[in-house]
């Protein structure tokens, strides 16, 4: 179909057919409310008739041709405001009912997107582009917040954004627009086409071949909750976990409980042919409470997230365990300085990680920027470490059945038994560094696809949290971390840290204002995991033991 032939169901997210199916109502509704309107100003003006008439026959006298002109006037009132009513029910109603369907005109079919997609990358080979993908992303959000029980929010946020990639040759640009008007959209074309033909040369760039997409049927990885929580459904989880913590025996002052959920549905096509789509879902509730008073005030949080509703931990549990959090830091003393081991918590651990995903990162690896890159098949940590990938985890908060250049992806092992196996890669870095594709690309709607992880954890280990303490004389148990102290290029390692200092293997004490350092080269080889595994974030480790770590205090 021609550029004009679609253009306009673009405007509001439907099909062809539906288009004309509105366009014939649409018609037939002004002729019906013209007809209405004609008979009604004639009946007005036949009752104007009607009163001169009357006003004549008083002035004559007839008391027989007045009562029956009386008679005449009253009928023809009548039958004005039956017109009158009948043109309420015409104009009025057939109103509302053809609204009623905008309330979900956001959520666009199938059929809509495709449409949608396919003209975008006709519109760019028109143009002369030598091949193009376009994302498509549709979102819904819903939120609350509250504080002391008074509610500070309530919103509800619906966005569309649309995103084209063009080639021309080894040029590449993006553009993108929330803005699905024909004239914005075809806007959004030209300005990528202009792009693409000034920018530098890529030789890396391109799309997937044929024989590397991904084929056949999309894994359900229970990604999407079809449930749309109600506004006082996220009113009462946040009002009950906010309550629970206040209700903490020592807890003295809120910042808040918040409840959330979110559905984004994401489609991809490219001139390769590649075209699928899928959708996921989150939900969340949390709350941040303060304990004590004065200048010995502590803060502490709690919070869940989960893709269905169903799996979200009970929000009083959540509520009281803030709270028990914040009073269990009262009175925190400041260390001495000393070298001991160093525990992290499940609630930071998962940022060694974080570190570890960017030092593997292929962009890192091709500029040469990261202290990792000559440890390729290298043992990096205790040959009992094995560290995943699973983007193919049933429910897991950053599953998807491919990748954002249509490549299929699976779960693989980064970390082998200690052993580094594989660079985080998409299409691009793996040309530069001529390797394959680990089908991990991601991308929004305004930039090209990078190498990005998916559902990255580390297995669990073989003992509990407690017995990986026990042994520990004197050590600091870390339950939170501030600042970014990392350089990727050396791995050095410092950062501010709170929580509990270690006395003959049990917690003894809260810690605050205290520092670590180390490099996280020697950190790695020198780690021990816990059972504790569970999946709270993207990324997720269980309780982390270094065995020596430079802590500052005192």
Request: proline share 4%; net charge negative.
């Amino acid at each position: 179909m021609g550029e004009a032939g679609f253009a306009r169901p673009l405007i509001t997210g439907m099909s062809t057919a539906e288009f004309l199916r509105n366009w014939i109502w649409e018609i037939a509704f002004g002729l019906c409310a013209g007809l209405v309107l004609a008979l009604m100003a004639s009946r007005f003006i036949q009752a104007r008739i009607r009163a001169r008439r009357i006003a004549a026959l008083e002035d004559e006298a007839d008391i027989d041709d007045l009562d029956s002109a009386h008679a005449n006037f009253t009928t023809e009132r009548i039958k004005f405001f039956i017109v009158f009513a009948l043109a309420i029910v015409i104009i009025v109603l057939p109103a509302i009912l053809k609204r009623r369907p905008h309330a979900k005109e956001n959520r666009m079919t199938t059929i809509d997107t495709q449409d949608l997609l396919d003209g975008l990358i006709a519109k760019a080979k028109a143009r002369g582009a030598d091949a193009a993908d376009a994302i498509l992303v549709n979102s819904t959000a819903l939120s609350h917040a509250e504080r002391f029980g008074k509610p500070e929010h309530l919103e509800r946020a619906e966005s569309r954004d649309a995103g084209l990639r063009v080639f021309f040759g080894k040029q590449q640009a993006v553009a993108s627009s929330n803005d699905w008007d024909a004239a914005s959209l075809d806007e959004m074309v030209d300005r990528a086409v202009a792009m693409a033909k000034v920018v530098p040369e890529d030789p890396f760039c391109g799309l997937a071949d044929p024989d590397e997409l991904f084929r056949g049927a999309t894994p359900d990885l229970e990604i999407h909750d079809p449930v749309e929580p109600s506004a006082q459904a996220l009113i009462e989880r946040a009002h009950a976990a906010e309550q629970a913590a206040l209700a903490v025996k020592g807890v003295t002052n809120s910042e808040g409980a918040e409840s959330s959920w979110s559905n984004n549905e994401v489609t991809l096509a490219a001139t390769n042919g590649f075209n699928a789509r899928y959708a996921i879902s989150r939900h969340g509730v949390g709350v941040s409470v303060i304990a004590g008073e004065g200048t010995a005030m502590e803060r502490d949080y709690e919070f869940s997230s989960t893709v269905y509703g169903a799996d979200l931990d009970d929000s009083e549990t959540v509520g009281r365990a803030a709270g028990e959090r914040a009073v269990k830091r009262l009175n925190p003393r400041k260390g001495a300085t000393t070298t001991a081991p160093v525990v992290f918590d499940p609630r930071v651990s998962h940022g060694l990680l974080s570190h570890l995903a960017g030092a593997i990162n292929g962009s890192g690896i091709a500029r040469g920027t990261s202290f990792l890159k000559d440890s390729l098949n290298q043992p990096i940590f205790a040959a009992d470490i094995t560290i995943v990938d699973d983007p193919h985890r049933k429910r897991g908060m950053r599953s998807k059945p491919f990748d954002a250049e249509g490549i299929a992806n699976t779960r693989r092992n980064f970390i082998d038994k200690g052993e580094l196996k594989s660079w985080v890669l998409d299409l691009r870095t793996a040309r530069q560094l001529e390797l394959q594709t680990t089908g991990n690309a991601s991308r929004g709607v305004s930039s090209a696809p990078s190498p990005s992880l998916t559902n990255f954890y580390m297995e669990p280990g073989a003992v509990s949290p407690d017995a990986l303490i026990k042994d520990i004389e004197s050590g600091f148990y870390v339950t939170d971390l501030m600042g970014f102290g990392i350089n990727g290029l050396t791995g050095d390692y410092s950062r501010g840290a709170a929580g509990y200092w270690i006395e003959n293997g049990e917690i003894a004490y809260p810690v605050s204002e205290m520092t670590i350092a180390s490099n996280l080269k020697d950190m790695y080889l020198d780690l021990t995991a816990a059972d504790d595994l569970t999946f709270r974030y993207g990324t997720n480790a269980p309780t982390l033991r270094i065995g020596s770590m430079t802590i500052a205090g005192e």
